[in-house]
């Protein structure tokens, strides 16, 4: 890769995420750390208004801003691919916020990659999720991204039926079903559900903070240690 290449993937990488470190950068882009710390300082004396430091991690000022990019048909392609195979799995507001924006990308692609784009035979059953379920998701990512406390009404797999104040964390997606995390106020502990057996969602009023032990990192952490051990 020419070194302005990479530069220039340096930061969309460094754009694309809360904090980026050496290391990450180090593998995307298989070169040595000492190669992106002095890239990145690089790119500091240019003017591009990363802040971090080597050893912590970088960030991008809000703000900056690069030129329209231009796709290649293949890229194009794949933006069409994980649009289509995403979309009905997709709470009802992300699946047409999705569609939208694959509108703007055709808007400025050249013809011939738009022609391959809009050609592309890749496609996924329009059959997704049912309506409750993906009102449920609606509720979870609103209320994960507000960080407020949620009641909760769970029937589990033994059909025995709980209730509960939980503070949802994140949303991941298991093939045909969807779980949530959350820190449950019952058990004091991380628990996980299934989305399509939420009976009743009631968004509280009460917000929460992080706290220490009960965070996502948290609960990734834990998570990574449990697949270590085994």
Same mark, same amino acid.
């Given at each position: 890769?020419?070194?302005?290449?990479?530069?220039?993937? /340096?930061?969309?990488? /460094?754009?694309?995420? @809360?904090?980026?470190?050496?290391?990450?950068?180090?593998? @995307?882009?298989?070169?040595? /750390?000492?190669?992106?710390?002095?890239?990145?300082?690089?790119?500091?004396?240019?003017?591009?208004?990363?802040? %971090?430091?080597?050893?912590?991690?970088? &960030?991008?000022?809000? %703000?900056?801003?690069?030129?329209?990019?231009?796709?290649?048909?293949?890229?194009?392609?794949?933006?069409? *691919?994980?649009? @289509?195979?995403? #979309?009905? #799995?997709?709470?009802?507001?992300?699946?047409?916020?999705?569609?939208?924006?694959? %509108?703007? /990308?055709?808007?400025?692609?050249? %013809?011939? *990659?738009?022609?391959?784009?809009?050609?592309?035979?890749?496609?996924?059953?329009?059959?997704?999720?049912?309506?409750?379920?993906?009102? @449920?998701?609606?509720?979870?990512?609103? *209320?994960?991204?507000?960080?407020?406390?949620?009641?909760?009404?769970?029937?589990?797999?033994?059909?025995?039926?709980?209730?509960?104040?939980?503070?949802?964390?994140?949303?991941?997606?298991?093939?045909?079903?969807?779980?949530?995390?959350?820190?449950?106020?019952?058990?004091?502990?991380?628990?996980?559900?299934?989305?399509?057996?939420?009976?009743?969602?009631?968004?509280?009023?009460? &917000?929460?903070?992080?706290?220490?032990?009960?965070?996502?990192?948290?609960?990734?952490?834990?998570?990574?240690?449990?697949?270590?051990?085994?």
């Amino acid at each position: 890769m020419r070194r302005a290449d990479r530069l220039f993937q /340096i930061v969309q990488l /460094i754009r694309g995420r @809360r904090l980026t470190t050496a290391e990450f950068l180090s593998q @995307r882009l298989e070169v040595s /750390i000492r190669t992106v710390y002095r890239d990145v300082a690089a790119l500091q004396q240019q003017g591009v208004p990363i802040d %971090g430091e080597a050893g912590v991690g970088y &960030r991008m000022r809000v %703000g900056f801003e690069l030129p329209p990019l231009m796709f290649s048909a293949e890229e194009a392609q794949s933006l069409v *691919a994980a649009v @289509r195979l995403a #979309q009905p #799995q997709l709470d009802a507001v992300l699946g047409q916020r999705a569609e939208e924006a694959l %509108g703007k /990308i055709f808007a400025v692609l050249p %013809g011939s *990659a738009r022609a391959a784009a809009e050609s592309l035979t890749v496609y996924a059953p329009q059959r997704g999720l049912d309506n409750a379920t993906r009102e @449920r998701l609606t509720q979870l990512r609103l *209320a994960t991204e507000s960080r407020t406390k949620l009641r909760l009404h769970y029937l589990d797999l033994s059909d025995q039926t709980s209730s509960r104040v939980v503070r949802p964390l994140a949303c991941f997606f298991w093939g045909p079903v969807w779980t949530f995390s959350a820190w449950c106020e019952l058990r004091e502990d991380f628990r996980s559900f299934r989305v399509d057996r939420v009976q009743q969602l009631e968004l509280l009023e009460e &917000r929460f903070r992080d706290e220490p032990g009960k965070t996502l990192a948290d609960l990734q952490r834990r998570e990574n240690a449990r697949e270590n051990w085994a």
